[in-house]
């Protein structure tokens, strides 16, 4: 027996040295939220690291659901998405930033935000063209770029407000800039672009050729009385921007993994020639149960309220520990330094806090394309009262 696992191992080994394959992401290891969630569960520990809730999703959702499976809307929808479905975007939209989408040629429905990236991406990024990504940042938009042949310009942002310094990142604007990706609010900082950043922004692009990838999943969760400011708001970003959005935030369904893309026409010609190919087209019965759904806007404008409780009982409880909290505008991450209680790296201080203290968060450097450690961790909000009380309970031990 072992002797034949022995020779297998051997086979495929020697296979490999034969095929010579050579990765396209040579670099890329398992995820950091893998690691976390798998060390998480070996311990049994209170999980504040993944980004999605602990509690359920709207029954009327469920039902909905349930409905249109039953009622026999289970083949294909078409490649844009169910047209009900985009109109209702369309409308939601129109009444959040004044802005007209046409759903026909301007909104396409995808298999969540991450697939509506990459497909932007691959829609718009050639060989050696330089994409701005501020750091730290959603950790799928960099192996896109490099998988595009692209190449990555990492602005990094510091505690402890990650705000962006335009007249540096002047400095990294070129004649091969290709696209610069935003994301408010923002993963894993928590912070928002304000009117300053978009004149800033407005500034920088006009009149260059420079493409805008605005990942705006969280743009319902913002708080303290702030506004989104979607690149759907303004007319000269609004011709440039792919703006992304991903109901899996709205309604506390992740696992559903559906999103959209709206962008003006010229671009969503484009974006749906890769769409096509990639998906084709996403789940049936659920985009009529979203758009059902959407008909009425109670729960999305209700969204910052349920958040901003949870953040701020969070925020109060978190006092009573020796961790720093950092601010927290928007999104369901709260980050907080901990300088006080020691000077181990934010990887090492995440497993130990799993192995020795039984909660689990993301260290921030993950976020960093060269691992930037500012001794910052981030938790996620986005979990029931008693989930919150027992994990700061636990950190209150420390
Ligand atoms: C900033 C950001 N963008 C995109 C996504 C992906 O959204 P989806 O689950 O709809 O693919 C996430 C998910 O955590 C995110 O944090």
Redesign the pocket.
Known sequence: MYLNVKVTFIKAVLLQIMISLQSKLPNAAINIFTIMSQLSLEYNSINLSQ?FPDFECPSELIDLANKHMRSGHNQYAPMAGLITLRERIANKVNSLHLSNYDPDTEITITA????A?FTALTAVINSNDEVIIFEPA?D?YAPAVKLLGGIVKSFELTVPDYTINWELLKKLINNKTRLIIL?SP??PTGTILTEFDIEQLTRLVQDTNILILS?E??EHIIFDGNIHHSMARYPILRERSFV?A????LFHN?GW???YCIAPSWLTKEFRKIHQFLIFSVNTPFQYALADFLSNDHFYLNLKTFYQQKRDYFRALMLGTRFNLLPCSGSYFQCVQYKEITNESDIKFAKRLITDFGVAAIPVSAFYNGGKDEHVLRFCFAKKQETLEKAVERLMKI
């Open positions: 980004g969540g935000g991450t697939q990236i959603y799928s994301n923002q993963n990942d999943v969280y992304i991903s109901f899996g935030k992740t993994k559906i999103g």
